[in-house]
């Protein structure tokens, strides 16, 4: 099985797709973790290495790259990054997208980084702008379209047990044999 968890900073996907790899015995490949390793290697914070990302592709494209090699190569893994539903396109089973409004992601982000309220709003917009700029020009991903999810959650209508609780009941209940059909990744230029 191949899942994949993706989202903004602040919805979740980092401890949901954690407990979820955890109950169904899948391995957990977070981009996420692989970013801030290569932002920490060059003494940079996740913001300052996303803009040097807008001036250094190579950046983005070798992190991306890895991901998609796990989603075509391998089985039994959880998938979580900003794009993994896009990267693993038709080689998941299930593809889920968690967001949460910005105001309540930024104070999640404030509780986990102990930073300022106002400083977590700008980082995370520019975050955000940076991000969603990159994936347009690289691979033509627009990633405010949700379409080729197969689950959406606004994470702050429920407690991360209540997410974790429909989950898995969404993964349990998924059979290969009765799908009637993916959403499919149409347009994206996997340019590495």
Same mark, same amino acid.
């Given at each position: ?18 407990? @979820? +790899? !955890?109950?169904? =015995? ?9 970013? *801030?390793?290569? &932002?920490? %290697? /060059? $003494? ?7 803009? @040097? +990302? !807008?001036?250094? =592709? ?9 991901? *998609?090699?796990? &989603?075509? %190569? /391998? $089985? ?117």
């Amino acid at each position: 099985m191949l899942l994949t968890v993706s989202g903004p900073p602040g919805s979740g996907k980092s401890t949901t797709a954690a407990a @979820l +790899a !955890e109950a169904f =015995d899948l391995e957990h490949v977070s981009g996420g973790d692989i970013f *801030r390793e290569l &932002a920490a %290697e /060059r $003494d940079m914070t996740p913001v300052e290495f996303n803009e @040097l +990302a !807008e001036e250094d =592709d190579q950046i983005d494209r070798d992190l991306d790259r890895r991901l *998609r090699a796990v &989603a075509v %190569e /391998r $089985d039994d893994v959880l998938l979580e990054s900003r794009l993994a539903g896009w990267l693993a396109a038709e080689h998941a089973d299930l593809r889920i997208w968690l967001d949460a409004p910005l105001e309540v992601r930024c104070e999640r982000i404030v509780d986990r980084e102990e930073k300022p309220l106002d400083q977590v709003i700008e980082e995370t917009r520019r975050r955000e702008s940076s991000e969603a700029k990159r994936y347009r020009e690289y691979y033509n991903v627009h990633i405010d379209d949700l379409s080729i999810y197969d689950l959406v959650y606004n994470t702050a209508r429920w407690s991360p047990e209540g997410v974790l609780g429909m989950l898995t009941t969404a993964v349990d209940s998924y059979d290969p044999d009765t799908d009637e059909g993916k959403a499919p990744v149409e347009g994206v230029d996997y340019d590495f």
